[in-house]
């Protein structure tokens, strides 16, 4: 079975350009989350997507941050304009029940 | 103040050892709680679930202590291919966020 996947494994761009992120998670797995990593740090949550439906995004930074899910399938995290607190690894995990299982991440540099 | 709080060490033992980190937790309302290895640049792992009444799974065992408020993972017997970092994590609020500690670094040498 197929794990989550996340596209790109790594992204370097400049300030106050877009990135957008997309994950796949596993087939069947109604919760997707998206945390991210910073240098030095823990990994923090964002959001949490039920199907396509928004549960909790507590954790998105701000406004320059766009989570979507349509169809509830993978979903992609935008960010714009990247400002450069935005580099991290970015990972996405699915589950369908309580342990959440993490796709490769995505590197994002933001320069 | 963190809400999962970890050593970030490195412990550093030598193969055949027997290591043991702790992890404490500062919301006592945190229902789950996990320990996830994450190898370098890699994603993190689920090891093991920690269950009250404490889980073994091969060289591994998991305690959970909710008086005290912490967890630990003892590795039995430690091979090379255990060295990653260690990450702890508990499971708390209406959404059941998960809480990641910063993680544990082991080195397991010859």
């Known amino acids: 079975e197929a794990g989550v996947t996340q596209f790109p494994s790594h992204s370097v761009i400049e300030k106050g350009q877009t990135v957008t992120l997309r994950c796949d998670p596993i087939?069947?797995?109604?919760?997707l989350y998206w945390y991210r990593r910073v240098m030095g740090k823990e990994i923090k949550f964002l959001l949490h997507f039920v199907k396509e439906s928004k549960q909790d995004e507590s954790g998105m930074p701000n406004n320059r941050f766009l989570a979507e899910r349509t169809g509830g399938t993978y979903s992609t995290l935008k960010v714009q304009p990247a400002e450069l607190e935005d580099s991290g690894v970015y990972f996405c995990a699915s589950s369908l029940g309580t342990a959440r299982f993490f796709g490769p991440g995505t590197r994002l540099t933001v320069l | 103040r963190k809400e999962v709080e970890q050593d970030p060490g490195p412990f550093n033992v030598p193969e055949g050892a027997t290591v043991a980190f702790n992890c404490t937790y500062s919301?006592?309302?945190?229902?789950?709680f996990f320990w996830y290895r994450q190898d370098c640049r890699k994603e993190p792992k689920l090891l093991m679930s920690?269950?009250?009444s404490g889980n073994e799974d091969g060289r591994f065992t998991a305690q959970l202590n909710r008086a005290s408020q912490y967890i630990s993972l003892l590795i039995r017997d430690s091979k090379l291919s255990d060295s990653a970092t260690y990450l702890c994590?508990?499971?708390?609020?209406?959404?059941?966020?998960?809480?990641f500690g910063s993680g544990t670094k082991l080195n397991v040498k010859p």
């Open positions: 994590v508990a499971q708390a609020g209406n959404f059941n966020k998960f809480y």
């Open positions: 920690v269950y009250s």
């Open positions: 087939s069947g797995h109604d919760n």
């Open positions: 919301n006592s309302a945190s229902q789950s």
